[in-house]
């Protein structure tokens, strides 16, 4: 249980002080501007790799409890690399399971949940270079932001959304009224598309990490509405734009719908994802 790990509460102007507990999760509480920003974080001393976890909406499921909400945190020992998960602050304003990094007008969560993370990786001398996000759903979305902000490192990505807009509206419309309240939603898109659409980030940072797309074939919403034009708007990025590596994979499953791999899969797509090492033609999944 999350409740069971133990917690070190600190300010945004401690962060560098911090001594890291090795070979053992703890919580990392971070008081930054009034904001309060969380990380569950295992160290491993002799791995040089880091998996950033991102929370989708079936976070609230593993512990309803929450916030903080860090989904898949009982994987954590299957990993051979350190492991750092994030809760998504939004998720304290108000009534969410999914909050999309979006922050309020005046902070755009996401950016500073990028600025923490940099300093922690530098506190532990770990290199964008040797990071991966991974996040499914609106962990993936968020994923793909991250590994933007942190400019060489990887993000895997499962069933992501690529535009806010297009996803299912009532979520959405419920972030919306918290972060950007009094504004409609076509005047959000207008005024922050930098947050909304992940091709207006890509855009405005002028790069494109690189990134390990996994869809499932068989949901028809996420490949009209996500995929498809995700891969075409990366054929007009402008040309003073960095654009690396993206590479697609495709699964069929009726049943599993927009629902990420399973455990084992995902693992196996984890494990053969870090930094440095390509994807084999085949992913082998120990059952």
């Not at 703890?26 to 569950?40: D, H, T």
């Not at 949940?113 to 270079?129: G, Q």
């Not at 759903?137 to 932001?145: E, K, Q």
Request: aromatic content about 14%.
């Amino acid at each position: 249980m999350i409740e069971n790990y133990p917690k070190i509460n600190i300010r945004y102007d401690q962060v560098d002080d911090v001594v890291f507990i090795k070979n053992k999760p703890f919580i990392l509480a971070v008081e930054w501007k009034g904001v309060l920003f969380e990380f569950l974080i295992r160290l491993k001393e002799d791995s040089s790799n880091v998996i950033i976890f991102g929370s989708g909406a079936g976070a609230k499921q593993e512990h309803p409890l929450g916030p903080p909400y860090f989904q898949r945190h009982s994987w954590m020992n299957e990993f051979e690399d350190s492991v750092i998960y994030y809760n998504d602050p939004t998720l304290y304003l108000g009534s969410l399971s999914l909050g999309w990094g979006q922050g309020t007008k005046e902070r755009f969560y996401l950016k500073d949940i990028s600025s923490l993370l940099a300093k922690l990786l530098h506190c532990i001398n770990v290199a964008p270079e040797k990071v991966l996000f991974y996040g499914s759903s609106g962990g993936g979305f968020m994923s793909l932001f991250l590994a933007g902000y942190l400019k060489g490192a990887t993000a895997l990505v499962n069933n992501p959304q690529t535009c806010l807009t297009k996803w299912l509206k009532t979520p959405v419309r419920n972030v919306f009224a918290l972060s950007y309240p009094g504004l409609s939603e076509e005047e959000v898109l207008k005024t922050f598309p930098e947050r909304i659409n992940i091709l207006r980030f890509f855009h405005h940072l002028h790069y494109v990490p690189p990134i390990y797309y996994l869809q499932n074939a068989a949901c028809e919403f996420d490949i009209t509405n996500h995929l498809i034009p995700f891969i075409e708007g990366l054929k007009n990025m402008n040309d003073d734009c960095v654009v690396n590596e993206v590479k697609v994979f495709l699964n069929y499953n009726k049943s599993q719908g927009h629902g990420a791999l399973g455990k084992h899969e995902t693992i196996a797509y984890i494990n053969q994802a870090p930094v440095n090492k390509p994807f084999n033609k085949k992913i082998t999944v120990k059952k």
